[in-house]
């Protein structure tokens, strides 16, 4: 399984952009590269789900170079609200998430403190 | 859509009680359920996989006996601690994920609180 290395924490302000890069050198063929938003006392919220190049939808972008060992999460113009740990996972989402080989294991995560 | 619950949000029991938390999807099917505790200030731990209709596997250092998980049907896992302990303390989240071709997100529960006392 892969393994990742964030950042343990990220100051930024408001409208600013914020960049997260995620280090996953045992990456696999088949493992994708997820990104989850977690807020106190809450369960993780999905953000962005990538496997090579870039990948863009209405709240962060995901780049990944082509060697795949690592990714960066791209958050555009802050807000406040974005203040939560971000947790980069990696793992083979084909099988389903049937198999305990297959689980997903959750890193460290990025705190990210958004100033005004 | 893909909306995950559960219930209680938070809890309060004495130590050597047994608490049952459940994990429902509100709106899809879940053959395969996740169970997670997170302490303070660190990152979810898993504790086991829950599929339904069969037994659960349980991750290194997790104790089946004590942290019991029922999948019964296709959208409610429960999960009980059972002869609750004060270091039992913690927010157990749980995951659903969504079968189906091209879609293998995990849908996460808001959480649940548990304080032994």
């Known amino acids: 399984l892969a393994k990742t290395t964030q950042p343990i924490s990220m100051d930024s302000y408001e409208g600013q952009e914020v960049n997260i890069t995620c280090s996953h050198n045992?990456?696999?063929?088949?493992?994708?590269i997820t990104w989850y938003q977690q807020f106190p006392s809450q369960g993780p919220r999905f953000i962005i789900q990538?496997?090579?190049t870039k990948v863009t939808n209405e709240v962060a972008s995901l780049f990944i170079p082509a060697d795949r060992k690592s990714s960066t999460l791209s958050l555009p113009r802050v807000s406040l609200s974005d203040t939560a740990v971000y947790y980069c996972?990696?793992?083979?989402?084909?099988?389903?998430?049937?198999?305990?080989?297959?689980?997903?294991?959750f890193g460290g995560g990025t705190r990210v403190l958004v100033k005004p | 859509g893909a909306v995950v619950s559960q219930h209680p949000s938070w809890v309060i029991c004495k130590s050597g009680t047994s608490v049952k938390i459940e994990c429902r999807s509100l709106?899809?099917?879940?053959?395969?359920m996740f169970w997670y505790r997170q302490f303070p200030k660190q990152s979810l731990m898993l504790m086991a996989t829950?599929?339904?209709?069969?037994?659960?596997?349980?991750e290194q250092g997790v104790e089946k006996d004590k942290f019991l998980i029922n999948h019964a049907s296709l959208t409610l896992s429960t999960l009980t601690v059972t002869s609750a302990h004060p270091e039992d303390s913690s927010f157990y989240i749980c995951?659903?994920?969504?079968?189906?071709?091209?879609?293998?997100?995990?849908?996460f529960g808001p959480g649940t609180r548990l304080t032994v006392t």
């Open positions: 995951s659903a994920s969504l079968a189906g071709v091209g879609s293998y997100e995990q849908y």
């Open positions: 045992n990456i696999a063929t088949n493992d994708y």
């Open positions: 990538g496997y090579k």
């Open positions: 996972l990696v793992g083979d989402i084909r099988r389903g998430w049937k198999a305990a080989g297959n689980k997903l294991t």
């Open positions: 709106d899809f099917q879940a053959t395969t």
């Open positions: 829950s599929n339904e209709g069969s037994k659960a596997t349980y």
